[in-house]
Nanobody, 117 residues
Framework: VQLQASGGGLVQPGGSLRISCAAS????????MSWLRQAPGKERELVTA???????YYRDSVKGRFTISRDNTKNTVYLQMNRLKPEDTAVYYC????????????WGRGTQVTVSS
């Protein structure tokens, strides 16, 4: 069972990036999927989440800029990030859980996103 996050990198402020989270060993479609991030010296925070029925949540600071989506045929979740800001710099983690009220069942290793000129 594994979640593999990929697609991070260095991007200029105002730029875009799409990161992916591919699942292996289990089927994503029954899980709620989340993207969390942790910046240096800060606590990990929930960025966005999508339920099995594709309802979504976004933290206020990314609303209108980030979009979470899922492709159950590819067993993959995506995070499209537009109009990136330096404060979006962090390691981004994907995580899966069956219920929103329970701890995450699976975690990916994380992918670094750096927004800098």
């Amino acid at each position: 069972v594994q979640l593999q996050a990929s697609g991070g990198g260095l991007v200029q402020p105002g730029g875009s990036l799409r990161i992916s989270c591919a699942a292996s060993g289990f089927t994503l479609n029954v899980y709620g999927m989340s993207w969390l991030r942790q910046a240096p010296g800060k606590e990990r925070e929930l960025v966005t989440a999508i339920t099995g029925s594709s309802s979504t949540y976004y933290r206020d600071s990314v609303k209108g800029r980030f979009t979470i989506s899922r492709d159950n045929t590819k067993n993959t979740v995506y995070l499209q990030m537009n109009r990136l800001k330096p404060e979006d710099t962090a390691v981004y983690y994907c995580a899966a859980r069956l219920l929103a009220t329970t701890p995450y069942d699976f975690w990916g290793r994380g992918t670094q996103v750096t927004v800098s000129s």
